[in-house]
Structure formats: C-alpha cells, structure tokens
C-alpha cells in the first residue's frame, strides 16, 4: 500500500508559479511511477504529467508543456510539480497518483493509488 498527500496548491494570479508536492508513505521502497491528473469543475480528470521511479522519463499533456515541470526525491518519497506562467484555464483540483512499476503512463487506469487532491484556483 501506498499513501498519497498532496500539498502546494492554492490561489494564484495568472502568470504566477505554484509548485505541488505529493509526499507518499507506505511501501515507498518498491518502485513505484507517480502521475499528476487534475479535474476541473464540469470536466473530467485528465493527465497532466508522469515521471518513472528513477526519474529519468517524463511526460506531459500538451496543454502544459514548458510550464509544468516533474520532478521527484526518492529520498524523501515527495515528487513535485512546478507550474510557471499559470493560466485561468489551469484551474482545477489536482491529484498524484502512483503505480506500483517503473514506467510512465498517461492513463488513470494504471494507477492503484491516489490522493485526495489540492486545489489550484489561477485568477485572470
């Protein structure tokens, strides 16, 4: 079992930066992938960015290429998502979720573990 508490997110103008945290804890020993998804208000949860357990593969949805960066410490079971030049449409209740393998996935299915999410509201 892994357990997933996200942090980070608040309310931000447009064009400011937010970085997320996603600390795990559990079995954090075994190699596990972690994605960020979010879900704003009337949509549905959609990819966001994968990173594998070495951190050597990532992956973005288009919409936030050269935004949004991933990046994880093993050593603290805590992977982060650093979001520059945020925009209106970025508004959403963002979630980490992790997968007990090494690769990266885009898809929600794949993943056995999620946290209850954090909300980034970006103000035009």
């Known amino acids: 079992q892994v357990q997933l508490v996200e942090s980070g997110g608040g309310l931000v103008q447009a064009g400011g930066s937010l970085r997320l945290s996603c600390a795990a804890s559990?079995?954090?020993?075994?190699?596990?992938?972690v994605g960020w998804f979010r879900q704003a208000p009337g949509k549905e949860r959609e990819f966001v960015a994968a990173?594998?357990?070495?951190?050597?593969?990532?992956v973005y949805a288009d919409s936030v290429k050269g935004r949004f960066t991933i990046s994880r410490d093993n050593a603290k079971s805590t992977v982060y998502l650093y979001m520059i030049s945020l925009k209106p449409e970025d508004t959403a209740v963002y979630y980490c979720?992790?997968?007990?393998?090494?690769?990266?996935?885009?898809?929600?299915?794949?993943?056995?573990?999620w946290g209850q999410g954090t909300q980034v509201t970006v103000s035009s």
């Open positions: 979720a992790a997968r007990l393998g090494i690769g990266v996935r885009t898809t929600q299915e794949p993943y056995n573990y």
């Open positions: 559990g079995r954090t020993n075994s190699g596990y992938a």
């Open positions: 990173i594998s357990w070495s951190g050597g593969s990532t």
